[in-house]
């Protein structure tokens, strides 16, 4: 008999995309930026490395951070929660708001991890799905949960909702705007941070900061306060605040990675549709690429063998489809000129 708790026994758990090591290996499956990060975030780690630094604690609440986001944002540093990525501040939310047996809502297709977190409460799970052109249903058809949790953009698909939309949801539920890639879209949603909406955002995609594992959360200072409650006592190290500080003070440098992703994800979607893919517009740093009269499983598996990784994502009966991540114009160059072969020796187009 396993002490375990029934509901972690009965998990699949979270299935993180393919990280191989090595450089023979294009990576376009974890939405990774391939640019460096700001040559300020090498100068801000170099100097938190001292030996001084690391024999203490980091700043529990990352004050250092907050204030410097606080100024980019024009918001109130009390307003902000840091996390160790994204993750680990959706992982505080669930903590803070659902109960055991709890209830918690997402759209889908979306991003896989909520229902693992749901999981991982003891909660139960309710997936609504989006329309057929990546818009929310109107009304929302669940009352009252506990939280409902919307990626905006949205992954895989790339998509936007309205603000009117996620407006009317955190009138019936709290709701959790998940913005890990709003820096590659038109508009975000910081401005509906409140008691109702709290706001999390990545440095793992517009900052290239993915191996740094860092995000924060905005909200009314009320809601971060309890949040802070919960949150491992030091969940941010000194490396990944320094470096985050310096990230979020670069936005100059920021703005010109940002579009340069986006010049690039501009000029590949129509080369993806010319092969015969039906693509989604884009307000993130990826492509969600399906086909009606071919599968795209073996597309996945033959562009693995040639040493590029895309995702592969089936949701079931909402279909399956590849998501491509941005890369550089030469990585994309390479990518196009590869999957042209395969589909002419597939004979698909």
Known sequence: MSDIRENVLSMRGYTPGEQPRGQQILKLNTNENPYPPSPHVFTAIQEALTPDRLRKYPEPRGDTFRQAAAQVLNIDPNSILIGNGSDDLLTILTRVYVPEKGLMVSP?????????????????????????????????????????????????????????????????????????????????????????????????????????????????????????????????????????????????????????IRNTRTRLQPIMENLGFQVTESHANFLWCTRTDQPVEPIYQALKQRGILIRYMNYGEHGDGLRVTIGTDEQIDFFVQELTTILASCKIT
């Open 108 to 260: 889908t297709p979306s991003y896989i991890l909520y229902r693992t977190l749901a999981e991982i409460q003891g909660a139960r799970f309710v997936q609504v799905p989006f329309t057929s052109d990546w818009q929310l249903p109107d009304p929302w058809p669940v009352q009252q949960a506990h939280l409902t949790l919307v990626p905006n953009p949205n992954s895989p698909s790339g998509t936007m909702v309205s603000h009117a939309s996620l407006r009317q949801i955190a009138e019936l539920s709290p709701l959790v705007l998940d913005e890990a890639y709003a820096d590659f879209a038109d508009s975000n949603g910081l401005q509906l941070a409140s008691k109702r909406i709290i706001v999390t955002r990545s440095f793992s995609k517009s900052y290239s900061l993915a191996g740094i594992r860092f995000g924060f959360a905005i909200a009314d200072p009320s809601v971060i306060h309890e949040c802070e409650k919960v949150k491992d006592s030091y969940n941010c190290d000194v490396m990944s605040l320094a470096a985050a500080t310096a990230a979020i003070q670069d936005q100059d440098y920021m703005a010109q990675v940002r579009q340069k």
